[in-house]
């Protein structure tokens, strides 16, 4: 299933998590295996966050790039729409090549 996410954009143009495993490097067109990462202060949901749309009204985009990507193994989770109402939780990911 296709679906969006918010990624870190670094200067190098590579892009990267948000919040947890910040230093991970996410290359286009492979598969990903959802990692757990407990990191305090978050709830633990060791899959793959993303949106229905490229919208999250609860998040800066400040130096962050919206990315299409391609979900496999996927749980929807209603959330309030000022956090983008629909995510999906998925334990495969692969970011669509630009």
Known sequence: ???WKLFN???D???GPLFINRRQRIPA???LPAESHPTRGFKLRPQWHAT???V???LSEKGRVWREVELRGVTEMIRPNSQGGKWFLAD???VVPV
Do not use: D, E
Request: charge should be positive; hydrophobic fraction near 45%; proline fraction near 10%.
């Open 1 to 3: 299933m296709r679906a």
């Open 9 to 11: 954009l670094r200067k």
């Open 13 to 15: 143009g590579s892009i």
């Open 29 to 31: 067109g492979h598969w």
């Open 52 to 54: 229905s749309a490229p």
């Open 56 to 58: 999250a009204p609860h």
């Open 92 to 94: 495969n990911l692969m």
